[in-house]
């Protein structure tokens, strides 16, 4: 049994993988949609490696049978450590329980992603209220010289974090770059009553005046007329505009 444990574990690893990442999306709480072909090759390497341990290990007790080994007395000194069981339940987790996605705990620890600095921004559509995300709303805020953003009615989406003001609180987004190791968080201070936290929700709502509109003096922050509550998008590990499965 000991000598089997390696590749019991291997198959359970790769089995794991295969369901997180060909069955379901699971995955995406872990790592971005573009490492998927990944994780789908390298669960099923991982089951021929177990195959290949397990067909070279009914060799090996072939071979065994017909030779002395051990102490002397039919017993052999080799097998796999006892640490090696200490990965059972790991590999056993991949199966049976998938940890929570990240979340307003993690966003309100992790390190807040810096807004890239832009030198002209093109003309903000006229739709009313204008779908944005809340890095492109933080840098209208605090780069674009016009104002546009001044007065336009704008809709954004995200997790509720809490905030330490009264009155108001964040609306985040986590954005992962490979995996869920290296997040970072985007947000924006919104001014209204806080719905419970780590719910997603879609907030309208008008810049909240502070400082000078188009420098780093202004708050990334908005005056909330209407807070509603959203299905979590497919794409929640981004700054980018909701995704939503169709069936």
């Known amino acids: 049994m000991r000598r089997m444990l390696p590749a019991t574990l291997l198959l359970l690893t790769g089995i794991g993988l295969l369901r997180a990442a060909l069955f379901t999306d699971l995955y995406l709480r872990y790592v971005k949609e573009g490492m998927r072909p990944l994780l789908i090759a390298s669960g ?3 089951i021929l490696l177990a195959v290949a ?10 071979h065994e049978d017909h030779t002395d080994h051990g102490d002397g007395h039919g017993h052999p000194h080799s097998g796999a450590p006892r640490s090696a069981w ?10 049976l329980y998938a940890p929570p996605a990240l979340g307003a705990y993690t966003a309100s620890r992790e390190t807040p992603k810096a807004i890239t600095h832009q030198d002209s921004f093109d003309p903000l559509p006229a739709t009313s209220p204008l779908p944005i995300t809340l890095s492109d709303f933080t840098a209208r805020v605090q780069q ?3 104002r546009a953003i001044k007065n336009r009615t704008v809709r954004m989406t995200g997790l509720v974090t809490g905030g330490k003001q009264d009155g108001s609180w964040y609306l985040t987004r986590i954005i ?7 997040a970072q968080s985007v947000k924006v201070r919104i001014y209204s009553a806080a719905p419970p936290t780590n719910t997603w929700v879609a907030v309208t709502g008008t810049w909240h005046p502070g400082g000078t509109l188009g420098t ?8 909330a007329r209407s807070v509603k509550k959203v299905a979590k998008p497919v794409n929640f590990y981004t700054d980018s505009l909701p995704l939503v499965l169709t069936r």
Not at 53 to 62: F, I, K, L, S, T
Not at 176 to 182: F, L, T
Not at 216 to 223: E, F, K, R, V, Y
């Open 53 to 62: 341990d397990a067909v070279a290990y009914g060799r090996g007790r072939g």
């Open 86 to 95: 200490l990965l059972f339940l790991p590999a056993l987790s991949l199966l």
């Open 216 to 223: 780093s003096s202004a708050p990334a922050a908005l005056d």
């Open 44 to 46: 099923v390497l991982l």
């Open 144 to 146: 674009d010289h016009t």
């Open 176 to 182: 992962v770059s490979c995996c869920a190791a290296d």
